[in-house]
């Protein structure tokens, strides 16, 4: 069974980085996607930004041209680098894998924007 070990996270100020990342128990060669999302208390966790195993990339809106992800096979990592970090960015970020039909999910990790 696939485990994600996240870390990264913290508190930041508006307009401030945090890289978070996402380390696989395997090799992620053969991983369909991986991805981030966050969930904020009371709601559904919501995609943030996803890498496919071709490279492509896709992103929510609200984090176009912040964010970036990535990943390295060769470490077996995906990261996402986030800049002009916002309060609604604040939440819960979980990595996310989906290899052979199965969803995996890191252990989540807390991101706070505040002045």
């Known amino acids: 069974q696939v485990q994600l070990v996240q870390s990264g996270g913290g508190l930041v100020q508006p307009g401030g980085s945090l890289r978070l990342s996402c380390a696989a128990s395997?090799?992620?060669?053969?991983?369909?996607?991986l991805g981030w999302f966050r969930q904020v208390a009371g709601k559904q966790r919501k995609l943030v930004a996803i890498?496919?195993?071709?490279?492509?990339?896709n992103y929510d809106d609200s984090v176009k041209g912040r964010f970036t992800i990535s990943r390295d096979d060769a470490k077996n990592t995906v990261a996402l680098q986030m800049n002009s970090l916002l309060p609604e960015d604040t939440g819960v970020y979980y990595c996310?894998?989906?290899?052979?039909?199965?969803?995996?999910w890191g252990q989540g990790t807390q991101v706070t924007v505040s002045s």
């Open positions: 996310y894998s989906l290899e052979r039909g199965s969803v995996y």
């Open positions: 395997g090799s992620i060669v053969s991983v369909t996607a």
């Open positions: 890498i496919l195993s071709g490279g492509a990339t």
